[in-house]
């Protein structure tokens, strides 16, 4: 197995396909657990009743969980910069510049993208549920998500002269504007929250990251649909690390494939040259007791017996051994290619 023909290429696809199926599969199985977590979280209402149920919990704490409630800010909220009566609890301010870039290989320009920018604001803010109780928040920007609203986005064209254009072509990049956006998670809003829920101090409930290395979510969809997504996310990772690894399977069986036949022509060929000197050995036996083969000598070295039918062209001319040495399997008659040979048997 030493001369296993795997080349550079394959190497290369191969290790490629194991890492990126190690990677996906971890990620996958991450996801499943998360999935599983969520699966097991209760959901409780939030109502008056939470307080007593944390307080008659062992450490007051419950750590995974689910509370559903609207986002209510705990003293000012942050308003919009650029549209007017619009307030939230977090702010997401992003400047992005965009520009086309010339791809040699596709001959084409391609749209390029480049963060220039990016500041999140958040503001203390409780879960509110009925009869005024709540759920305090903390480490909201560490959680997964939510999707905030875009509150504004303004795209500014880039302007240039004559001047910019040649420079553009010359470095292969031409700016086309600059996109600027502003999110908002809006003070009313519904949010499901996914985290570990504890009674503090102060007898207030709060929800924060659990402190078992559990996700933390934070979404402004409804718990099933969370599940779901979280659900759909693991399936596709699924399927790429079965699709990284079905790859490396197939170079495997590709480089295999090319080996078993490499192996399965060397025996042809060790077959055809034990039955060649086979032949050789009886040949030489009939010119030992004084039999001419000059008039049957091969064409090439001139003191072998011919032995061996060139096909497809029938051509019977040299011995096996030059026939091994031919730089290229031409028939030395007639030059056209050689397909197989064949012993001669001569009666």
């Known amino acids: ?81 650029f549209q007017e009566g619009s307030v939230g609890v977090i702010q997401k301010l992003v400047l992005r510049e965009h520009k086309l870039v010339w791809n040699s290989l596709a001959r084409t320009w391609t749209d390029s993208e480049r963060l220039l920018h990016q500041r999140v604001n958040a503001v203390p803010f409780n879960l509110l549920g009925v009869n005024k109780a709540f759920v305090r928040v903390l ?37 086309k504007g600059q996109l600027e956006t502003e999110e908002m998670l809006k003070v009313g809003a519904s949010l499901t929250a996914v985290g570990e829920l504890i009674l503090d101090t102060d007898r207030l409930p709060k929800i924060r990251p659990p402190t078992d290395g559990s996700e933390y979510f934070l979404s402004t969809d409804d718990f099933e649909t969370l599940r779901l997504e979280q659900e759909g996310q693991a399936e596709v990772w699924r399927v790429l690390a079965c699709v990284c690894a079905l790859a490396g399977v197939a170079v495997l069986m590709w480089a295999g494939r090319r080996y078993y036949r490499q192996l399965k022509l060397r025996w042809e060929q060790e077959n055809l040259r034990r039955e060649f000197e086979q032949m050789g050995a009886g040949e030489r036996g009939e010119e030992d007791n004084g039999v001419d083969v000059a008039e049957n000598a091969c064409v090439i070295c001139l003191s072998n017996p011919r032995g061996c039918v060139l096909l497809d062209c029938g051509h019977v001319c040299c011995c096996y051994r030059c026939y091994q040495a031919l730089p290229q399997p031409i028939c030395p008659i007639c030059r056209q290619n050689i397909k197989r040979v064949v012993p001669l048997y001569q009666a």
């Open 139 to 175: 480490c909201p920007l560490e959680a997964s998500g939510p999707n905030m609203e875009i509150v504004h986005e303004k795209f500014h064209q880039a302007s240039y002269g004559f001047t910019d254009m040649i420079g553009q072509y010359l470095s292969g990049e031409k700016p």
């Open 1 to 81: 197995m030493e001369d296993f023909p795997i080349r550079t290429i394959e190497m290369v696809c191969l290790g490629s396909s194991v890492a990126l199926s190690g990677l996906f599969y971890y990620i996958y199985k991450k996801k499943c657990k998360t999935v599983e977590k969520l699966n097991e979280a209760p959901v409780l209402p939030l109502d008056e009743n939470l307080a007593d149920l944390l307080n008659a919990t062992p450490g007051k704490c419950l750590q995974y969980v689910v509370i559903e409630g609207t986002v209510q800010p705990i003293g000012e909220p942050l308003r919009s910069q």
